[in-house]
């Protein structure tokens, strides 16, 4: 089955750009759905909505996948300071357990091994106030690693200083994912507004104290994954992936994070089912579009997806995730394991666009393609060169300001095109001239060990 390279770019590149959806999709997912935090209505009907666009498009099989969701939810966190009740910004972190604390407030800095020790004596039944951001010029301790230190130093509970200015807080999670070792919450955790951060340090050094609650709740729920597939014409039975979460923290309709990457996934899908319909060019092996379920919550939903697929089934070539897109303009591929570094590079030439296939120094825990990477699958991600040239105007993360106006439409159409094209490529790409992968789960666990605590290099 031989394929005209440069008509099928020019189809769906112009697919791509003139009969996008994207606006349709994002007023639909962002404004009228909003948030859509796993297990609640919104995220009902948002995969609802998602199944029955990609049936409209003309996919294979679309499905919803229901499984058991471990979920969370909050209805109060106040802070206020006990001398003079002066109340203070406060948001739990995701997953935060449900508490009441009082204590002495004590500034720890950075929360950095020397600054803990320093603070020692005064930190048993106190509440530590710790900048989330690293201490400058030292090196990097994650701040799950710094709560657990916190935690055995005797404090009772930690405020975090949130790294954003205007009194913005963000969800933020306490645990490491890459450490199964690690308490989800080594000791009760809440953030604060960088400003008000400052008073609780100032009043840290009048011996002021502080009370805390917050009032939450754990319970299992249905959620779902969605699937559809585009068959493949050559090897049915073997499959590529392409996905991206479609929930969002409490109370957040997600415009960048990651509406993104969820209309991404529809969008390529969209391209591919129409040059398929209108062309008869279709993959050589099957495409699946899933969009995860609870990857804000431990990464739930993809973990399912990989426990259910994988091992009754060939695992995939290559998984591909993609998450807040909109924070600037694709620039290539970032694989978790380096055995089809070259062969993803060769599809990326052929495309002639300047886009590059690199390999991540660690193995990064932080979106829905570590489950893949744990199980020793082949995943990739874009998201990761986020942090290389990020758009100022779409510095929201996990924030109410995470609205529809921060998706990037025109960059997110060349990201739809760019994939479907890699995609057709990497579909078309013979059986044997894919590197064999021989990384194991437990290899995977071993890695994992030895980079725990690390901070993961993101350029």
């Given at each position: 089955?031989?394929?005209?390279?440069?008509?099928?770019?020019?189809?769906?590149?112009?697919?791509?750009?003139?009969?996008?959806?994207?606006?349709?999709?994002?007023?639909?997912?962002?404004?009228?759905?909003?948030?859509?935090?796993?297990?609640?209505?919104?995220?009902?009907?948002?995969?609802?909505?998602?199944?029955?666009?990609?049936?409209?498009?003309?996919?294979?099989?679309?499905?919803?996948?229901?499984?058991?969701?471990?979920?969370?939810?909050?209805?109060?966190?106040?802070?206020?300071?006990?001398?003079?009740?002066?109340?203070?910004?406060?948001?739990?972190?995701?997953?935060?357990?449900?508490?009441?604390?009082?204590?002495?407030?004590?500034?720890?800095?950075?929360?950095?091994?020397?600054?803990?020790?320093?603070?020692?004596?005064?930190?048993?039944?106190?509440?530590?106030?710790?900048?989330?951001?690293?201490?400058?010029?030292?090196?990097?301790?994650?701040?799950?690693?710094?709560?657990?230190?916190?935690?055995?130093?005797?404090?009772?509970?930690?405020?975090?200083?949130?790294?954003?200015?205007?009194?913005?807080?963000?969800?933020?999670?306490?645990?490491?994912?890459?450490?199964?070792?690690?308490?989800e919450h080594p000791l009760p955790t809440v953030v604060t507004s960088q400003e008000h951060g400052t008073l609780l340090r100032q009043l840290a050094n009048r011996q002021k104290s502080i009370k805390l609650s917050v009032h939450s709740k754990f319970y299992n729920a249905p959620s779902w994954n969605t699937t559809s597939e585009i068959t493949g014409e050559l090897w049915p039975n073997e499959h590529l992936v392409l996905g991206g979460h479609h929930d969002t923290v409490l109370g957040v309709s997600g415009g960048n994070d990651n509406a993104s990457g969820t209309i991404a996934v529809m969008e390529a899908a969209r391209a591919l089912s129409r040059l398929r319909s209108e062309t008869a060019q279709g993959p050589g092996r099957t495409i699946r579009f899933v969009t995860y379920s609870a990857e804000e919550q431990k990464l739930q939903g993809s973990s399912a997806y990989v426990a259910v697929h994988y091992g009754p089934e060939n695992p995939p070539r290559l998984a591909i995730n993609l998450d807040e897109l909109s924070t600037g303009p694709i620039k290539g591929v970032v694989l978790g394991f380096p055995h089809l570094r070259e062969l993803v590079q060769r599809q990326l030439d052929s495309m002639n666009d300047g886009l590059a296939c690199h390999v991540m120094a660690q193995i990064d825990p932080s979106s829905d393609h570590f489950p893949f990477l744990r199980a020793g699958l082949d995943a990739a991600f874009l998201w990761r060169w986020r942090f290389h040239g990020r758009h100022a105007d779409s510095e929201f993360h996990h924030e109410a300001g995470d609205t529809s106006d921060k998706l990037n439409v025109r960059e997110l159409k060349e990201y739809a095109g760019q994939l479907a094209r890699l995609l057709l490529r990497l579909s078309h790409v013979p059986p044997l001239e894919w590197p064999d992968n021989s990384v194991t789960p437990a290899q995977v666990a071993e890695r994992l060990e030895a980079e725990r605590g690390e901070i993961v290099r993101v350029f």
């Amino acid at each position: 089955m031989a394929l005209d390279w440069k008509v099928v770019d020019r189809w769906l590149m112009g697919e791509a750009f003139t009969g996008s959806r994207i606006r349709e999709h994002l007023a639909e997912l962002c404004d009228e759905i909003g948030p859509r935090w796993s297990s609640s209505a919104g995220e009902r009907k948002a995969v609802a909505y998602i199944r029955d666009q990609m049936e409209s498009e003309g996919l294979d099989n679309p499905a919803l996948e229901e499984y058991q969701l471990e979920t969370w939810s909050w209805e109060s966190a106040k802070a206020r300071v006990v001398e003079d009740n002066t109340h203070i910004d406060l948001l739990p972190l995701n997953r935060c357990p449900p508490f009441v604390a009082e204590g002495k407030i004590v500034d720890v800095g950075y929360g950095t091994p020397r600054q803990v020790e320093m603070a020692k004596q005064d930190l048993s039944d106190a509440v530590a106030v710790m900048h989330l951001a690293f201490e400058p010029f030292t090196t990097p301790v994650h701040h799950a690693i710094r709560l657990q230190a916190l935690a055995q130093a005797g404090a009772v509970a930690a405020i975090l200083i949130e790294k954003k200015v205007g009194r913005r807080m963000e969800y933020h999670s306490a645990s490491d994912w890459r450490d199964p070792g690690l308490a989800e919450h080594p000791l009760p955790t809440v953030v604060t507004s960088q400003e008000h951060g400052t008073l609780l340090r100032q009043l840290a050094n009048r011996q002021k104290s502080i009370k805390l609650s917050v009032h939450s709740k754990f319970y299992n729920a249905p959620s779902w994954n969605t699937t559809s597939e585009i068959t493949g014409e050559l090897w049915p039975n073997e499959h590529l992936v392409l996905g991206g979460h479609h929930d969002t923290v409490l109370g957040v309709s997600g415009g960048n994070d990651n509406a993104s990457g969820t209309i991404a996934v529809m969008e390529a899908a969209r391209a591919l089912s129409r040059l398929r319909s209108e062309t008869a060019q279709g993959p050589g092996r099957t495409i699946r579009f899933v969009t995860y379920s609870a990857e804000e919550q431990k990464l739930q939903g993809s973990s399912a997806y990989v426990a259910v697929h994988y091992g009754p089934e060939n695992p995939p070539r290559l998984a591909i995730n993609l998450d807040e897109l909109s924070t600037g303009p694709i620039k290539g591929v970032v694989l978790g394991f380096p055995h089809l570094r070259e062969l993803v590079q060769r599809q990326l030439d052929s495309m002639n666009d300047g886009l590059a296939c690199h390999v991540m120094a660690q193995i990064d825990p932080s979106s829905d393609h570590f489950p893949f990477l744990r199980a020793g699958l082949d995943a990739a991600f874009l998201w990761r060169w986020r942090f290389h040239g990020r758009h100022a105007d779409s510095e929201f993360h996990h924030e109410a300001g995470d609205t529809s106006d921060k998706l990037n439409v025109r960059e997110l159409k060349e990201y739809a095109g760019q994939l479907a094209r890699l995609l057709l490529r990497l579909s078309h790409v013979p059986p044997l001239e894919w590197p064999d992968n021989s990384v194991t789960p437990a290899q995977v666990a071993e890695r994992l060990e030895a980079e725990r605590g690390e901070i993961v290099r993101v350029f």
